[in-house]
């Protein structure tokens, strides 16, 4: 890399960083203050029936029972939600007279929550604020307030600005993105993930690498952005295998949550053609998000290594690289170790491994291209060369 980044034109960036973080094992007793800061009086709990079934919403629960607030739950959230989630969670809302929502689970129910928050305000259908087309500028600041509990560590959607749903007239995953969906305060209490099985510890684990690694080499300038997404690798090479094969390891897991939250404030900058053809798998072929990433993170970044050598160099080395090889070699090992690690956390190599069928590869590529998250790719790509990309996946 070059010693100093200078921003390309035009020369002035701006940047933002907020979001009130409440963080550690044991974080979740700090609840009741925050939805007392909030002012909530009837919070919605959003959530799915896995975080039901792991105990943790009765948890949450109780520590607000204890702190005298009974809360409503919503737990019917699909995994990588659907606006009829969005619409059920919304009717929730209205008819029990709630005034703030916490999103408690994974990715999918947070963004709900989100996409729920959104709603009580602001007129459907959610297309409208679909970011791809600029849905942005008609998201006000008037929403509920919401606080984010992750029991995941992989999307980071705690302290990001976007929900993602299926839309039902194009089938499409659809990213709104907003300064105002940005939680009020995210819980981050790295135990509630001690007993997430080892198959979702890794998807997800690789989702939180993969926001690290494509807003690290994605166009533009934002050095707080890469800083952060650096020291988001560095925990996700030393900690991903630990918290895969010892749940309850909470050293490891906390480096993960820690991991989860960077790659997310990271994104901020953009991502790349690997979050594309991730928003294109799910829905059609029913492949995990982190899954999906998992399987196309090494061959994009080969794809990209001739125009972001240094950039790979550098997440070879906070993957683990001691080599002190030359920058072209440290790139190429970027790539291998990235394999590695999904080998090591027990993930499919290939897409056909994943259930995807063959046939619907061009379809795809055609959704892929039509998401907006490839826009930040720091090698422009064409809807052939995310077709020859899956197909190199495959
Ligand atoms: N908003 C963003 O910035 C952003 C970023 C990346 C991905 N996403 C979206 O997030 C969704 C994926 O989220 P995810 O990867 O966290 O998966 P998820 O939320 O779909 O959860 C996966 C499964 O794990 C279960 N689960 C969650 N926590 C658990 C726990 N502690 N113990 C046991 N089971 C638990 C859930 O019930 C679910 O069945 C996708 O829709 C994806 O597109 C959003
Ligand atoms: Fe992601």
Redesign the pocket.
């Known amino acids: 890399m070059k010693p100093f980044d200078i921003p390309p034109e035009p020369r002035v960036t701006e940047m933002a960083w907020p979001t009130r973080i409440v963080f550690g094992a044991g974080a979740l007793q700090r609840l009741p203050a925050q939805v007392a800061r909030l002012r909530m009086k009837r919070p919605l709990v959003v959530?799915?029936?896995?975080?039901?079934?792991?105990g943790?919403v009765s948890r949450v629960l109780e520590t607000m029972k204890t702190a005298g607030v009974t809360c409503a739950v919503f737990d019917r959230?699909?995994?990588?939600?659907t606006e009829a989630d969005v619409f059920a969670g919304l009717e929730a809302y209205r008819q029990q007279g709630c005034d703030g929502i916490i999103a408690l689970?994974?990715?999918?129910?947070?963004?709900a929550g989100?996409l729920v928050q959104l709603l009580t305000t602001h007129e459907p259908p959610l297309s409208r604020y679909d970011d791809a087309t600029g849905g942005d500028q008609f998201i006000r600041e008037d929403v509920p307030p919401l606080i984010a509990i992750?029991?995941?560590a992989?999307?980071?959607?705690e302290v990001?600005?976007?929900?993602?749903?299926?839309l039902k007239d194009t089938g499409r995953?659809t990213?709104i993105f907003s300064p105002h969906l940005l939680p009020r305060a995210a819980v981050v209490d790295p135990e509630?993930?001690?007993?997430?099985?080892p198959a979702?510890t890794a998807?997800?684990g690789m989702?939180a690498l993969t926001?690290c690694v494509e807003a690290y080499v994605a166009q533009g300038f934002h050095p707080l952005a890469d800083a952060v997404a650096v020291d988001g690798m560095t925990r996700v090479g030393r900690s991903l295998v630990t918290a895969v094969r010892e749940g309850e390891d909470l050293a490891a897991r906390t480096d993960m949550m820690v991991a989860a939250m960077e790659?997310?404030m990271a994104?901020q900058k953009g991502l790349g053609a690997c979050?594309a053809l991730?928003?294109a798998l799910?829905p059609i072929s029913g492949v995990?998000?982190?899954l999906a990433n998992a399987i196309c993170l090494p061959v994009v970044m080969e794809f990209n290594r001739a125009v972001c050598t240094a950039r790979l160099a550098r997440v070879a080395v906070a993957l683990g690289d001691t080599t002190q090889a030359r920058e072209e070699v440290l790139a190429g090992n970027a790539v291998e170790r990235v394999r590695q690690l999904n080998a090591a956390v027990g993930l499919p190599s290939r897409l056909r491994d994943a259930g995807v069928r063959e046939a619907d590869l061009p379809l795809i590529a055609t959704k892929a291209f039509q998401d907006a998250s490839h826009q930040g790719n720091p090698r422009k790509v064409t809807e052939a060369d995310l077709l020859a990309l899956a197909r190199e996946a495959y």
């Open positions: 959530t799915d029936a896995g975080v039901v079934k792991a943790l959230v699909e995994p990588n939600p689970g994974g990715g999918s129910a947070l963004d989100k992750p029991t995941t992989g999307t980071g959607s990001g600005r976007s929900g993602v749903v299926t995953k990213v509630l993930t001690l007993g997430l099985p979702i998807a997800t989702d926001h790659g997310a994104f979050h991730a928003h799910t995990p998000h982190g």
